[in-house]
């Protein structure tokens, strides 16, 4: 914040009513020029609304994919090489977009940073996420179509095979993630996906020094091509037991190979490694020891949106001040209660909802 910022938020602590003229009168300027603070720090996320009410704790920042999902899913096991019957449905996604709206969802402040088209898709998609409360005033907009992932998933849910196109998102470089520096520097927790591109990843990586940034490989191909990003501005990595292989050039197949993966990150100077092991649950290393946490039993309706839920409840107990495992351990209830919907982001998520799955399955 600027020096007359930090003014105006002084004055708003020590009386939240405190209108526009008022503020002037105190800092003997103009209210136009008081309005052109207000506007800043609402841009920032350090007041919000029209009441100028103070955000008491940071709220986190989302850099990297948005795009539509096109789900198709096959009515019986699906058959190769030839057309099968089943249901297709279309809805906001893209890996950054998602965990945004599950942070949302869970009562957090965030900031979503990507590209969309100037099309319908784009129109519809920032609308809907717009109302579910993510701020996305730093989504720039391009003459490209906007993303799409197209899904097929077998008549259990489980994902057949997958077609990202994002070309929108590869459009996300410095010159936009420059428009939001405020709010990535101000930021309690800032995720970034694998979706972007390499300077540009270093430029936000480069714009959060001082806050937790949680890298999210997005798939084998892009870690191997952001790899070498990966040093002490990262505070946690998220990937799979493929993507841990491709972000080190190590193997993982066996855990010992795991953890000196994970090992080989944090001599980078990445403090965590949380590695997702799909059914088993997930492995937290730190530079000090290794969690095995166990995935919650769930019913599967469809896994689509499943690792973004996670993420995104592990960011969300980590602004409240959890531990990273207690925040590991939240994220996998998430993930549990995303598998258990129809939906990729889960519209009725709640920290109550989370924290009931987790005293169900642990009462003690």
Known sequence: MTEREQQIVDLLRRDPLMGSEALAAALGTTRTSVNVHLSNLGKKGVILGRGYVLAERPGAVVVGGANMDLKARSAAPATSHTSNPGHGSMAPGGVARNIAENLARLGDRVHLVSVVGRDRLGDNLLDHTAAAGVRVE?????????????????????????????????????????????????AGVLVVDGNLRREALDYALDLAEGVRTVFEPVSVPKAAGLK???????????????????????????????????????????????????????????????????????????????????????????LAGGSPEEAARFGHAAAALTIDSPHTVRPDLTPRLVRAALDQEDPT
Request: proline share 4%; charged share 25%.
């Open 138 to 186: 730093h989504v720039a907009r391009t003459d490209r179509p906007t993303g799409t992932y197209t899904a097929v998933l077998d008549a259990d849910g489980e994902l057949i095979v997958a077609i990202a196109d994002m070309e929108a998102t590869a459009e996300l470089g410095p010159r936009q993630l420059h428009s939001a520096r405020d709010v990535i520097a101000t």
């Open 228 to 318: 070498d990003a990966l040093d002490a501005r990262v505070y946690a990595v998220t990937p799979n037991r493929d993507e841990l292989a491709a972000l080190t050039d190590l193997p993982t197949r066996t855990d010992r190979q795991v953890s000196a993966a994970a090992r080989s990150l944090h001599s980078r100077g990445v403090e965590l490694v949380w590695i997702r092991l799909g059914e088993r649950g997930s492995v937290l290393s730190t530079t000090e020891e290794v969690v095995e946490i166990p995935a919650l039993p769930t019913s599967v309706q469809d896994v689509t949106g499943a690792g973004d839920a996670m993420l995104a409840a592990f960011c969300h107990a980590l």
